[in-house]
């Protein structure tokens, strides 16, 4: 299957009511209402357009009893939903198997791809960034320590201090008169700040790889999309010719 496409099993109501289930499938890109609309739809190979009816109280679609019948659908058959315009139209098709096989077979890719070592031996990497020489991006706080300690003059910050107890390091930034003070906390989420009751009052900014604190009342600096707005020029000197290889 398509990473944009959702199968849906079909149950004898369905088929009695002409109805497609749907559920909270956000690959679907389904329009965001409270009330019914009516979409289009397009069938199977087809590009006729038709309208049907979107409840998204209910997350279904309505109106295809007859294409049901046309296709002999019956109970335990699969149905493919693929959105062709997101939130305007979608193409419906039937699948060549049942649900149940669809489903195993989707399954089974997942299991694949998730790792099922454990122990204390095993390595864990983040994801592939190949920056100054650092193949990996941070899985933890300490990662984010280090990557912070290769950009920091890149991003114009003059490190005073760096310490084992809270705050982490004391910086400074240049604030178009002189250099201001300030106490920062590594993190490598910005929720982490949180979770560890950490004093809001004593930190002027959190240095993390990910946020995902809304709502935060720090300044926070987030690295992973910083990353991609730097220089490079650093990794070619170090490994001549990595650029060039696509990385």
């Given at each position: 299957m398509k990473s944009k496409e959702v199968i849906s099993k079909?149950?004898?109501?369905?088929?009695?009511?002409?109805?497609?289930?749907?559920?909270?499938k956000p690959e679907l890109d389904l329009p965001e209402v409270k009330q019914s609309i009516k979409i289009e739809a397009v069938f199977d190979d087809y590009d006729k357009v038709q309208l049907l009816t979107y409840d998204p109280l209910q997350k279904r679609f309505f109106g295809v009893k007859g294409w049901y019948k046309t296709h002999n659908a019956k109970p335990g058959d699969a149905i493919v939903i693929e959105p062709v315009i997101s939130g305007k139209r979608y193409r419906f098709r039937f699948c060549n198997r049942k649900y149940e096989e669809v489903l195993s077979e989707e399954n089974l890719l997942e299991r694949i791809?998730?790792?099922?070592?454990?122990?204390?031996?095993?390595?864990?990497?983040?994801?592939?960034?190949?920056?100054?020489?650092?193949?990996?991006?941070?899985?933890?706080?300490?990662?984010?320590?280090?990557l912070f300690g290769m950009i920091f003059e890149e991003l114009g910050i003059i490190v005073e201090e760096v310490?084992?107890?809270?705050?982490?390091?004391?910086?400074?930034?240049?604030?178009?008169?002189?250099?201001?003070?300030?106490?920062?906390?590594?993190?490598?989420?910005?929720?982490?700040?949180?979770?560890?009751?950490?004093?809001?009052?004593?930190?002027?900014?959190?240095?993390?790889?990910?946020?995902?604190?809304?709502?935060?009342?720090?300044?926070?600096?987030?690295?992973?999309?910083?990353?991609?707005?730097?220089?490079?020029?650093?990794?070619?000197?170090?490994?001549?010719?990595?650029?060039?290889?696509?990385?």
């Open positions: 079909l149950t004898q109501v369905y088929l009695n009511y002409g109805i497609v289930p749907i559920g909270g791809k998730v790792s099922k070592k454990s122990g204390r031996g095993i390595s864990i990497v983040g994801k592939p960034i190949n920056y100054g020489g650092l193949i990996y991006g941070p899985v933890n706080e300490l990662g984010v320590v280090l310490k084992s107890g809270f705050p982490d390091a004391t910086i400074r930034r240049f604030n178009g008169k002189g250099w201001t003070r300030e106490l920062v906390e590594f993190e490598y989420e910005s929720l982490n700040f949180k979770q560890h009751n950490h004093s809001v009052s004593g930190c002027d900014m959190i240095i993390c790889w990910s946020h995902n604190w809304k709502d935060c009342p720090l300044e926070v600096c987030e690295m992973e999309p910083l990353l991609k707005l730097l220089p490079r020029d650093k990794l070619e000197k170090v490994y001549p010719g990595i650029l060039k290889n696509g990385n």
